[in-house]
């Protein structure tokens, strides 16, 4: 049984303050192969939910550096994983600007139509919205200081996670309908 559960914004943030200028050793560096923004958003939601979705096909999870979603990594992957996900894991939906709140993601987008950055809210300040992210480096950064033809706002509703239902598991063995 899936059960929903709140996202934690507050670790999303410790975590993106400790890593943003530095690599966490559990994770490779995608720098100069592509990037490593997806992946340290990914790590940062990982952090407020601590729940992968291991779905070979269409999931959101990192063991290493050859057994990953393109989710963990990719952008348009991550954005389809977390506004579609209806399974364990984070989910989310897009929104508008408004709409961001610290440990949301931020994609953007250039003058070719195409999303290439993933950022996370870390802050506001005065100006608007404060990110961080890997590739160049950023602890609260402006988001006005960036270059980028638009965006899109994507907010992390909570998470889902698996929840055994002991009776439930008992009367299916008991009966012969499963094992689960």
């Not at 195409?114 to 870390?122: A, G, K």
Request: glycine share 8%; proline share 2%.
């Amino acid at each position: 049984m899936l059960t929903v559960k709140p996202y934690n914004r507050q670790f999303a943030y410790i975590y993106a303050a400790k890593w943003a200028f530095a690599r966490n050793p559990l994770f490779y560096n995608f720098t100069g192969i592509g990037g490593d923004c997806t992946s340290f958003v990914s790590q940062c939601i990982y952090a407020g939910c601590c729940e992968m979705n291991y779905n070979k096909a269409n999931g959101w999870y990192y063991t290493d550096v050859n057994d990953r979603s393109p989710s963990w990594t990719g952008v348009s992957f991550f954005y389809d994983f977390m506004v579609t996900n209806q399974l364990n894991g984070p989910f989310g939906y897009e929104t508008s600007i408004d709409g961001m709140e610290i440990g949301d993601a931020i994609q953007l987008r250039n003058n070719m139509d195409r999303y290439y950055h993933t950022l996370i809210v870390t802050g506001f300040d005065e100006t608007g919205i404060l990110v961080s992210a890997h590739s160049d480096d950023a602890f609260n950064r402006r988001l006005s200081s960036y270059t980028y033809a638009g965006a899109r706002y994507i907010h992390i509703e909570g998470f889902r996670e698996y929840v055994r239902n002991r009776e439930e598991c008992f009367n299916n063995f008991y009966e012969g309908n499963s094992l689960h």
